[in-house]
């Protein structure tokens, strides 16, 4: 049985950073899309960038094909120049012996990636790619609008 092909962009938004934030996730798979979106009190880009990948893989069903499309280096130079090996042989420590920033979304991620076979894109943001463009449009609008959730993991540096 073929895997499913299906591509993900994402893209995060901070208005402030930190500040409210929000994420946005267009799935694309044979003719169907779906479009994702949320946004929170408190929180920071990066935190943003990520998330919109993680509800995208969280959101399929079966393990898939995907290629995932970010412009965000922060996310796909972590995969694409193996950082997130690295992070996890050191226990989760930078090259400098830092603790690795947001350490709980890069697990969630690890977690979401695990039946998928993945190829990771960047894109870069706002030259009018139209489904990087639209996530932007989710993220930005997710950020500023009403009933904000709690980002649980921010925590304050």
């Given at each position: 049985m073929t895997a499913t092909v299906v591509t993900i962009y994402s893209d995060g938004a901070c208005l402030g950073n930190p500040?409210?934030?929000?994420?946005?996730?267009?799935?694309?798979?044979?003719?169907?899309?779906?479009?994702?979106?949320?946004?929170?009190?408190?929180?920071?880009?990066?935190?943003?960038e990520l998330l919109g990948a993680i509800v995208g893989f969280e959101s399929l069903k079966r393990p898939c094909?995907?290629?995932?499309?970010?412009?965000?280096q922060y996310v796909v130079h972590a995969f694409t120049k193996n950082w997130i090996d690295g992070w996890q042989k050191r226990g989760w420590k930078t090259a400098n012996k830092q603790p690795v920033k947001n350490q709980d979304l890069w697990v969630r991620l690890l977690r979401a990636l695990e039946p998928h076979d993945v190829t990771w894109k960047w894109v870069r943001g706002h030259t009018g790619d139209p489904e990087n463009?639209?996530?932007?449009?989710?993220?930005v609008a997710a950020a500023s609008g009403g009933d904000l959730l709690d980002d649980s993991g921010f925590v304050e540096s």
């Open positions: 500040g409210p934030g929000g994420y946005g996730t267009v799935l694309l798979a044979g003719g169907h899309r779906k479009e994702l979106s949320a946004g929170y009190r408190r929180t920071t880009n990066n935190r943003m094909a995907v290629t995932a499309w970010s412009d965000s463009e639209r996530c932007d449009q989710l993220a």
